[in-house]
């Protein structure tokens, strides 16, 4: 793909990946964006939200688009609604949690590209007969930059 081709995405051509209870419709991946950003919708039940984690290489940043988020950022919870976004710089320990009764959805993006690699691999494992291997899963984190805090 060349450097400036531009791209589109049909709201029925997401890729749909299951990892963490969660599930992740791709919009845009660094092959669409030439490496320079991933972009999905994530849906998460009410509860539920990955564990507190940093990435090495990504800046994340969130936009809700239905329910309620809680964003652990500097080590306070946060809340939102609707049309509120939230930015976490690589390096930064954060998570999120669906705070609300009904599914949280968010339109997520990391820059640069990359995460849509670490979610299918952990999409595969997830998908495995009895379940995944989380020393496996957290291989694959740490192959990502991603690292979850203990």
Known sequence: MSDK???LVRP??????????????????????NGRLTA???????????????????DETFYVLDGRAAFLMDGEWREVGPGGSAF??????HTFK???????????????SGFEKFFCRCDQ?????GGPDMSRVLQ???EHGIHFQS
Do not use: C, Y
């Open 5 to 7: 081709s531009p791209a």
């Open 12 to 33: 029925d051509e997401g890729r749909v990946l299951h990892a963490f209870g969660q599930e992740v419709t791709i919009l845009l991946d660094g092959e669409h964006t």
């Open 40 to 58: 999905w919708i994530n849906v998460n039940p009410p509860g539920d939200g990955p564990p507190p984690h940093s990435h090495s290489i990504e």
């Open 88 to 93: 976490m710089p690589h390096g930064s320990i």
């Open 98 to 112: 669906n705070v609300g009764d009904k599914p949280l959805r968010m339109l997520i993006m990391t820059v640069p």
């Open 125 to 129: 494992e997830f998908a495995k007969p």
């Open 140 to 142: 694959i984190s740490e």
